[in-house]
């Protein structure tokens, strides 16, 4: 008997990350300002049937276009000599961060260009920064005079437009990120001086902003962000998760993180983010998300970004891929220009990221975890499932085999989730060339033969090539 060597997770595990399983909410219908009854929500479906998302870190930072959109803290909190030899080489003395605001003109900023090419990528959601770490707004706050995109620089509510542009595709939901501190904030620097036992922070600013941003612009994405020094109390996180799951605009459908405090990340939220560029490879108890960057080094634009910086279309895929075989959103970031334009590079990235989706998404969208995520027979075989159907009694189930590296060398594919269990194929197919492939057992799983090379290049299926293999009934489901 041959060990199947596949990574196995109970299919009950992936129920609930869909929130499929979760705890019901609370008796009366609303939420207590508790983690054990926040957490009980379920997620709304939307979320974990979309999959795919852009991220968009636009701001001041895009002025100087310089490392990283941390520019300002290196440059005057840290003192980073890079940074400082920087300004002292391109601008005269005593210039400061705010005078950057004037230059942020998005002069070239079309919201209905930016939507299109986020649906022509295939995503389902877009986040957009509306306050980073250096406390400037994408739209005309009224905690913020004189600090907003209204007030300096563009002179538009960015928010407001991009918000417009993105529902107008009929395909594309939005969302917004917020920072929750801010470096210089006089009122932060101050409540943080008295250790955080006093809140005039968050009482004059985060709740009053964030319940400001909620009730104009109705994101159903909301991505927190700076909350690493202060605990969940300071931030009076429980109290305003119950405020937007009880009482805010879009109760029912937004879906939140879990950056809220010291002690939250990977702990609390709708969906997990854990950190920067996460990718466990194996199936989470909860939702999580991948939130990554095309450019590696920076989620903000930079000009001194050089071509090996950026990910490449297959490794981009790749990520989308193992994402979500794991069960786990990706949330892919660009980084405009000061103009208001992305440059070629995201956009091609993002492009055929879209024409790559447009054969696969059945592999991608709307799916669960299967029984088995990675095939350690080939390392390079990630499975995801559907509930498929036969024409006449609904009996069959359908399990993509997403495989990643082409097999030059035997024009054939290895897959060892289904040793032992032949009887149970009905058929296989490849998404994007619909003739049935040629498919024999082996010791170890089963061998299944690609089209031939000229057959796939003539079709363009580049990337990554995903076998449709149709189950009978039999197999079992895992609960």
């Known amino acids: 008997m041959h060990l199947v060597r596949t990574v196995s997770v109970c299919l009950a595990v992936a129920l609930v990350s869909a929130g499929v399983l979760a705890s019901a909410p609370a008796a009366d219908g609303r939420y207590e300002p508790t983690w054990e009854s926040l957490d009980s929500r379920p997620l709304p479906k939307w979320y974990d049937d979309a999959k795919v998302g852009i991220f968009i870190h636009w701001g001041v930072y895009a002025v100087p276009s310089y490392g990283s959109e941390w520019f300002w803290i290196n440059w ?13 080489n391109n601008y005269k003395p005593g210039f400061t961060y705010q005078d950057f605001a004037s230059d942020f003109t998005a002069e070239l900023f079309n919201a209905t260009e930016w939507a299109d090419l986020f649906a022509r990528s295939g995503a389902r959601y877009v986040v957009l920064t509306s306050k980073h770490h250096e406390g400037y707004t994408l739209w005309p706050s009224t905690h913020t005079f004189g600090w907003n995109a209204v007030d300096v620089g563009p002179h538009r509510d960015i928010v407001g437009e991009l918000a417009g542009a993105v529902r107008a595709t009929g395909q594309l939901t939005f969302g917004v990120y917020y920072s929750l501190f801010e470096w210089f904030n006089r009122l932060y620097t101050a409540d943080k001086l008295h250790a955080f036992m006093r809140r005039d922070y968050v009482d004059g600013k985060v709740w009053p902003e964030l319940q400001e941003l909620i009730n104009t612009y109705r994101p159903e994405v909301l991505w927190s962000d700076g909350d690493w020094e202060a605990p969940d109390g300071y931030w009076r996180a429980k109290e305003f998760f119950a405020w937007l799951y009880n009482d805010s605009p879009v109760r029912d459908t937004i879906v939140t993180n879990d950056r809220w405090g010291m002690g ?14 996460y990718n466990p490879g194996v199936l989470q108890k909860h939702k999580w998300e991948n939130a990554m960057t095309i450019d590696r080094k920076s989620w903000g634009h930079r000009l001194n970004a050089r071509l090996e910086d950026f990910v490449t279309t297959d490794e981009l895929i ?3 891929a193992t994402t979500v075989s794991c069960g ?32 696969n998404g059945d592999a991608i969208y709307k799916t669960q975890p299967w029984q088995y995520q990675n095939d350690t027979l080939t390392g390079s075989v990630w499975y995801t499932s ?37 009887t149970k194929i009905v058929q296989i197919t490849m998404l994007g060339f619909n003739t049935a492939l040629k498919w024999k057992p082996t010791d170890d799983g089963i061998l299944v033969e690609f089209p031939q090379k000229n057959e ?3 079709l363009k299926l580049h990337h990554a090539w995903t076998l449709k293999i149709t189950l009978s009934s039999r197999w079992p489901l895992r609960a």
């Open 318 to 320: 790749g990520e989308i």
């Open 456 to 458: 796939i290049d003539r």
């Open 264 to 277: 939250t990340l990977c702990l609390h939220g709708d969906f997990h983010t854990c950190s920067d560029r």
């Open 328 to 359: 786990g959103n990706i949330l892919i970031n660009v980084g405009p220009t000061k103009a208001g334009t992305i440059e070629p590079i995201f956009a091609e990235r993002l492009v055929e990221m879209g024409r790559w989706l447009k054969v």
């Open 76 to 88: 005057q909190g840290s003192k980073t000599e890079e940074y400082v030899q920087f300004m002292r």
């Open 386 to 422: 559907a509930k498929g159907s036969s024409v006449r009694d609904n009996n069959f189930r359908t399990v993509f085999a997403i495989v990643l590296d082409y097999p030059y060398k035997t024009n054939s594919v290895r897959l060892g989730a289904f040793s032992n269990q032949v």
